[in-house]
């Protein structure tokens, strides 16, 4: 406090017949017993994020440090990004600014401005790739189609050959490009009629192809093919994707029944309306 300020207090306690006593705060710097070496304070040390959650199972300090840190950093980003677009400031004016802002980052953090903005840049990165590797194992959906109808006596070679012998002239269709798994009864190990056939090259395009075998017929049976999805069996989000990818393979087929009439109508094969709408709607339903 000021000595006017001290002034203040000492009358104000002498009216109410009391001595006022200035408090005494205690200094910022470690001084050894002779008073003859001062040794300033060391700032702690630089943490990594990766680094708290074991620290914060063995400490109960409070607030974490980490998130100190980390909110600190952002402030003085922030801070500092404003300051630097404000084109009416002048410069003497902007440097006090920065000045002040980098003061409060360092006592709020712990760290001096330059290491905390060192700290905050490198573990931004490490953090970015993280979320950026994440986005991408969630944006990529598997390549997977689920046939069904399948006789039980049916092998992987089967269902390989008969993928292979209807699309193997327009795609290089090998058993490293195919991955098929039958579905097997837990107890006694025979098939259960279905399949799973996963494209790991990540060809799409294939995987298209793969749908138009739906229907088709297979050991004496007219096997159902369609896009499967990944994750939990009863999740929300695989039942959403399911019937995305089955409302979109219906949608396809559609055209495809509706341009063959077409075709048909053009080479006069099919009169207008020969066909009612039941008979179109079944056929485009097992197209």
Request: with cysteine; glycine share 4%; proline share 3%.
């Amino acid at each position: 406090k000021s000595a006017a300020q001290l002034r203040r207090l000492e009358k104000r306690a002498e009216i109410r017949g009391e001595k006022y006593e200035a408090p005494e705060y205690p200094s910022n710097q470690d001084i050894d017993e002779n008073k003859k070496v001062v040794t300033a304070k060391s700032p702690p040390a630089i943490e990594s994020i990766e680094d708290q959650p074991a620290k914060c199972a063995d400490s109960d300090a409070s607030p974490d440090p980490i998130n100190r840190q980390l909110a600190a950093a952002k402030k003085l980003e922030s801070e500092l990004n404003r300051i630097d677009k404000d084109k009416d400031m002048k410069s003497k004016d902007r440097r006090s600014a920065k000045r002040k802002a980098e003061a409060i980052a360092t006592e709020e953090s712990g760290l001096s401005a330059e290491e905390l903005v060192d700290w905050y840049k490198k573990n931004k990165v490490q953090n970015d790739k993280k979320e950026e590797s994440k986005g991408n194992r969630r944006s990529r959906d598997p390549l997977i189609a689920f046939v069904g109808q399948l006789s039980y006596e049916t092998t992987i070679d089967d269902l390989f050959g008969h993928i292979h012998s209807l699309l193997g002239d327009d795609y290089p269709v090998s058993k490293e490009m195919v991955k098929i798994r039958i579905l097997t009864d837990a107890k006694t190990q025979r098939s259960r009629g279905m399949a799973f056939v996963e494209i790991t090259n990540g060809d799409p395009e294939f995987l298209y192809a793969l749908l138009t075998l739906h229907q088709t017929m297979l050991k004496g049976r007219r096997i159902n093919i369609e896009r499967s999805a990944g994750g939990k069996k009863h999740s929300e989000a695989r039942k959403t994707k399911l019937d995305h990818y089955r409302k979109e393979q219906e949608s396809h087929f559609a055209e495809v029944v509706e341009k063959i009439f077409s075709e048909y109508k053009k080479t006069g094969e099919l009169r207008e309306n020969e066909l009612d709408e039941g008979v179109i709607t079944v056929l485009k339903r097992h197209a």
